[in-house]
């Protein structure tokens, strides 16, 4: 009865209430944290749903009459018709209709996914066996994020999505997600903020985010990769500027990269 109720509230109470992770008997989507999450959620809401629910009510109520009207009792003698040219046509241009209402908005908001506006931010992403590893191209900064065992979870660090090192952004700033592989398929994925991009070996996939709230937000790897795939999770931190500054100035000296850092090693010795 306790689940029941879960899933009632998840079906029909707005999901603000929600937290920026996947909850338990969840059926809706996670709290819309970017305009593209947004628009996301609108189109399925006010769109999809709606035609779905008349559709299935529609073929609902054709197989009740069908069953009623053409039953063996009702009719000892069965019509031979074969064709009804009327409904031939009907069924045919109405689905065309109702495909064409939904690829207007549809391919508006994939358009607008598709093309990147001038970035902040830009970060790397890459997918290994089974881990992501980041660079922040611009600052020298790279770094491995493994996902954090259950015994090592901190009280506030959800299961299977907390990880050591978290991919900081600074709010309502554009961040451009340069996305690959090192092995085999993967795909980086933040439900929040509307992302998923397929990470393949030798290619560099695009997407982009601009975070409207301060606060963590957890993806997952969502290309089946192997053994390990439940296992490379995605944390995002979003922060203010100033902590982002702040991060930025530990973050270049802990994250350096290795032939950087020798760089200036060899540099200093001179």
């Not at 993967?186 to 397929?198: Q, T």
């Not at 070996?201 to 937000?217: C, Q």
Request: hydrophobic share 45%.
């Amino acid at each position: 009865m306790k689940k029941i109720f879960y899933i009632f509230l998840g079906t029909f109470i707005s999901q603000n209430a929600f937290a920026n992770q996947p909850v338990d008997w969840q059926l809706g989507f996670q709290k819309a944290a970017s305009e593209s999450m947004r628009e996301i959620v609108a189109f399925h809401d006010k769109l999809l749903l709606p035609i779905i629910i008349a559709i299935s009510v529609f073929v609902l109520f054709l197989m009740l009459y069908a069953c009623v009207r053409f039953r063996a009792s009702a009719n000892p003698n069965p019509s031979k018709r074969t064709h009804n040219v009327t409904v031939e046509v009907l069924w045919t241009l109405i689905p065309c209709l109702i495909l064409i209402v939904m690829a207007v908005p549809s391919f508006k908001i994939l358009y607008k996914q598709d093309t990147i506006p001038k970035a902040d931010l830009t970060i790397k992403a890459i997918g290994y066996q089974w881990y992501w590893g980041y660079e922040y191209p611009d600052e020298n900064i790279i770094f491995d994020s493994y996902m954090i065992e259950e015994k090592d979870l901190k009280a506030d660090q959800p299961r299977l999505l907390a990880v050591d090192n978290e991919v900081v952004v600074p709010v309502d700033k554009v961040v451009k997600v340069l996305i690959t592989a090192n092995d085999v398929l993967h795909a980086w994925a933040l439900p929040s903020f509307g992302v998923k991009r397929d990470a393949v070996p030798g290619r560099i996939n695009e997407t982009w985010f601009k975070a409207e709230k301060v606060g963590t937000y957890y993806g997952q790897c969502s290309e089946l990769c192997g053994i390990k795939h439940a296992f490379m999770p995605i944390t995002v931190r979003v922060v203010s500027d100033e902590e982002y500054e702040e991060w930025l100035s530990e973050a270049r000296v802990k994250f350096a990269k290795e032939e950087i850092e020798n760089d200036k090693l060899k540099l200093a010795s001179k």
